[in-house]
């Protein structure tokens, strides 16, 4: 009987545990959970039949490397600053290892040995980064496959609360951590577009929005996520003239979050002075001019050009930041103060459900026409504890590291799931969680762009 | 006979040596100045009488060790993060030394230690920061001495080309370090308005102008420098309800050079793609969407609304930004290239000179009025060499220096020069040199506000 370890027991790990926990009979496995939290693990475990919760302290070198040591696969859903720390023992030790994370400097620096020592590290298993490296190689290699050439890539993902629970003036709520949804963007974002680099700094990015349309759902809006770039290379596409992936919101929402933005209200290098003392009202009022002759609604509508009777001010009045409720904690950057805002109006009411969206389109020419090909994902989750969040994360972690543990991924080294023998399986078994995606065709002319 | 150790023989040690070989004989001294460059260090030497140029290298301890350990004080121009190592040897050995730059946490932990052992680590002696806290002390003093009030204190500084010579659009050319003007900014602004904690986040910074009037000069620009809230603690002024400090430029400025920072062009945290190849024209297409049937002038008056027809356009052609030159270096940032493009235009010319622009206001209560005292410095270069920048950031260093070789200034200790022993003697030798502030008084309505 093997050993699946999974360390870190958090919200995202639900979806991941049950997998095994509902296969272990069938698969002759036992599941241990290690969280730092005893009862985190043993609630994730429900003392199950094949499984047992354990206190996991991944600095514990002892602890760790002789539950690793023990393991027939380590899946580390740990914040992803502790995987490299896993994956050296994992290599040390010649165990695989998976992870849900986005793969770093030093783990890919461990290649070269864990190929000498017969070992895979796989990265990037989740749903973004994961499912859709795998969606989109599959459809670039049955392209390439068919002797055709790729014009343009571009794909965008949205944690999304789903349809008919959209029920703020926002259309959008907490469905995964509010501090990377307060963060996000800071980065930038970097593509390219007909043969053009484009460089969008996070002051312009909420602005230069693109609009898709889903079928059954709408519009959505999507801004630029990060470094495109590079995947140009990760695919194998060094020759493509238009690659872009993006973020996905319901229409509104970037035009609206820009203010907070604009403000300097997402900073998070300083602490603010006085923040307990603080109201609502003042945080905003604190990134403004001195004026007291107008009210702060107002000196915001000025500042940033808002109309004054617009929906944009309507979500902004709906957050409460122009109430004089108190902030009441001290030594508060920016960010986190936001945060706490938003937590209070867009925290999930418990009969929410959340949604996962992808939608990729791949053009590529045939026959003197340039053709696009739609492929959309769109996952509701079962309920606030069981989300599409989670299961989209967890699912395609489980299932790769089982096709490792059953010897079905040969793999050695550090590796995404771009390649065949992993994403045809993981996607293929992600159809029967209802995880699938849906193909739609157009031709259009042929000097037509796109993004 | 003594030695003085100057180490780092920059454009900004011009004044400090000159100051130091002109006086070697009066005060009996040697006078011995290190760089990394041997030539550097004796092309400022000039092979006067008491003084020695040598090769000199911060991270060869047994040389750092020795000359130190040989001098009767240490004075280091060299780059801010090489601080710590100096002044780490001088606490150790016992010596000395005096900075022009900010202080560092590193060395503000040496402060008992260098107390202990009777030593002063003297930092901030320059111009900015430097003149600024010693003319702001002596005044702010000087009020509290006459038991009345401070109000607010506002406080802004510039290195410019100077009047007659402020031949182009943006009557701005570079009289220090490029890329600090490059990046400036960065961290946005923080300070006080009338008891109101203000934050300026960087996207906003050169939108949110004051202006000054200099007499005999005219009107300026101001834009936040940084964190003013930290002075009112290392001030002693808590109670203060307004405490701005700002930097100085010609009016029209910043709103042009808002331009970069809106497109992204000061962004050093990523290097652009094929930036060999790259022209200006391309660099700023760059950072707007994709669209071919507009030109990039257009494109960009539209994306940042601006009057085509706009002195600031005026200012924006002049620079190149739009021409076909190739930039021809690869692996920049898109602040590398920037600076690169603006160094062709904003270079010196032989004959120019420089300017160094300093205004406090200092408000206060008297007999039931507001009172304001504008004090204000401008002090001109004598040329590309001897500029207004070395003398204003040298003299103070090499004043400080000699109070504290000739033990006039007795502090232990890590300090900067807020202490009338140290302010009072710097201020009045510097007069001798033309660098003076002027003062004017005048009475306000007491509900009047500023800034």
Redesign the interface.
């Given at each position: 009987m093997k050993t699946v370890l999974i360390l870190g027991a958090g919200l995202s790990s639900n979806a991941l545990i049950n997998y095994f926990t509902e296969h272990a009979e069938e698969m002759n496995i036992h599941v241990r959970v290690g969280d730092i939290s005893l009862e985190t693990a043993q609630s994730k475990t429900k003392g199950s039949k094949n499984s047992s919760a354990f206190e996991f302290d991944v600095f514990n070198e002892n602890q760790r490397l002789s539950e690793i040591n023990a393991a027939g696969i380590v899946i580390s859903m740990l914040p992803a600053a502790m995987h490299p720390l896993v994956a050296r023992s994992c290599v040390d030790l010649k165990r695989n290892m998976v992870t849900a994370s986005y793969i770093s400097q030093e783990i890919k620096d461990m290649d070269e040995e864990a190929r000498a020592k017969g070992v895979v590290i796989m990265n990037e298993c989740g749903v973004d980064p994961g499912i859709d490296h795998m969606s989109a190689m599959q459809m670039i290699h049955r392209i390439q496959a068919r002797g055709l050439k790729l014009l343009a890539f571009e794909s965008s993902t949205g944690g999304l609360v789903a349809p008919g629970y959209e029920n703020n003036p926002w259309k959008y709520k907490f469905t995964w951590n509010p501090r990377n949804v307060v963060l996000a963007g800071k980065?930038?974002a970097?593509f390219m577009?007909?043969g053009?680099?484009?460089?969008?700094?996070?002051?312009?990015l909420f602005q230069?929005i693109e609009t898709i349309k889903v079928p059954g759902l709408g519009e959505f809006e999507v801004y630029g996520n990060r470094?495109s770039?590079m995947y140009r290379e990760t695919y194998g596409l060094r020759y493509l003239e238009t690659m872009f992936r993006g973020t996905i919101r319901r229409p509104g929402f970037c035009e609206a979050w820009d203010t907070f933005?604009?403000?300097?209200a997402t900073?998070d290098?300083?602490i603010?002075?006085?923040t307990d003392e603080m109201t609502h009202r003042?945080f905003i009022?604190?990134?403004?001019?001195?004026r007291v002759d107008i009210p702060v609604e107002e000196k915001l509508a000025l500042y940033l050009n808002i109309d004054r009777n617009s929906k944009m001010m309507e979500r902004l009045r709906w957050l409460g930041i122009f109430e004089d409720t108190k902030i009441g904690i001290t030594g508060l950057s920016?960010a986190k103060i936001l945060q706490k805002i938003l937590e209070e109006k867009w925290g999930l009411d418990p009969e929410d459900k959340d949604m996962i969206l992808m939608q990729h389109q791949f053009d590529y020419q045939e026959n003197g026409s340039r053709k696009k090909i739609y492929s959309t994902l769109s996952y509701i989750g079962s309920d606030r504890q069981n989300t599409a969040m989670a299961a989209t994360v967890g699912l395609p972690v489980a299932i790769t590291a089982r096709l490792i543990l059953e010897k079905k991924i040969k793999l050695t080294g550090v590796h995404l799931p771009i390649l065949k023998e992993v994403y045809d399986p993981v996607l293929k078994e992600l159809e029967n969680y209802g995880i699938k995606f849906i193909e739609e065709e157009i031709t259009m002319p042929m000097d037509t762009?796109s993004?």
């Open positions: 980065d930038g970097r577009h007909n053009k680099f484009k460089y969008i700094p996070y002051q312009k230069r470094d770039l933005v604009q403000l300097g900073d290098s300083y603010m002075e006085n003042e009022n604190s990134f403004m001019a001195y920016p762009g993004v």
